[in-house]
């Protein structure tokens, strides 16, 4: 089976709201926060944080739950030039529970197809979650 089989449900609201993120004029970085809604099994934004460091990020998100972190990242190259690539990264903490751990698994792919992305990272602990981490993966 292919791995674009979507478990959890887009709406066409978040659609929007995750293209407009995309295409979005910013010089900083922004983050949205998205979860899997328990009941609807939809996906919906957990968070929006505008102008925000890493641990501002690392705050927001529950030590053992699964979230999807949706990045315009900051990244400063050693040449002086400044870009903003967009990523996901996947939070699954060691310990949460393998039902929601693989519900967010499963849903992943068609997240990363929905938002178009070509980088995506997973992490287990948010002590991985540095601007080091980012730099060396979005270079």
Same mark, same amino acid.
């Given at each position: 089976?292919?791995?674009?089989?979507?478990?959890?449900?887009?709406?066409?609201?978040?659609?929007?709201?995750?293209?407009?993120?995309?295409?979005?004029?910013?010089?900083?970085?922004? @983050?949205?926060? +998205?979860?899997?809604?328990?009941?609807? /099994?939809?996906? @919906?934004?957990? %968070? /929006?944080?505008?102008?925000?460091? !890493?641990?501002?990020?690392?705050?927001?998100?529950?030590?053992?739950?699964?979230?999807? !972190?949706?990045?315009?990242?900051? +990244?400063? /190259?050693?040449?002086?030039?400044?870009?903003?690539? $967009?990523?996901?990264?996947?939070?699954?903490?060691?310990?949460? /529970?393998? %039902?929601?751990? $693989? +519900?967010?698994?499963?849903?992943?792919?068609? +997240? @990363?197809?929905?938002?178009?992305?070509?980088?995506?990272?997973?992490?287990?602990?948010? =002590? =991985?979650?540095?601007?080091?981490?980012?730099?060396?993966?979005?270079?």
């Amino acid at each position: 089976m292919s791995g674009t089989i979507a478990i959890c449900r887009i709406s066409d609201d978040l659609k929007k709201s995750l293209r407009a993120f995309r295409f979005q004029k910013s010089s900083t970085t922004n @983050v949205i926060i +998205l979860k899997i809604s328990r009941e609807t /099994h939809n996906l @919906v934004i957990e %968070e /929006h944080l505008l102008d925000c460091d !890493i641990d501002i990020v690392k705050d927001a998100l529950p030590s053992q739950q699964p979230r999807y !972190i949706l990045l315009s990242y900051q +990244l400063k /190259h050693s040449d002086g030039r400044v870009s903003y690539p $967009m990523c996901l990264v996947f939070y699954s903490p060691t310990g949460c /529970h393998p %039902e929601q751990q $693989m +519900l967010y698994a499963g849903s992943r792919n068609s +997240l @990363v197809q929905e938002c178009e992305l070509t980088k995506n990272f997973e992490i287990r602990d948010l =002590d =991985d979650l540095t601007e080091e981490y980012l730099d060396s993966k979005l270079r």
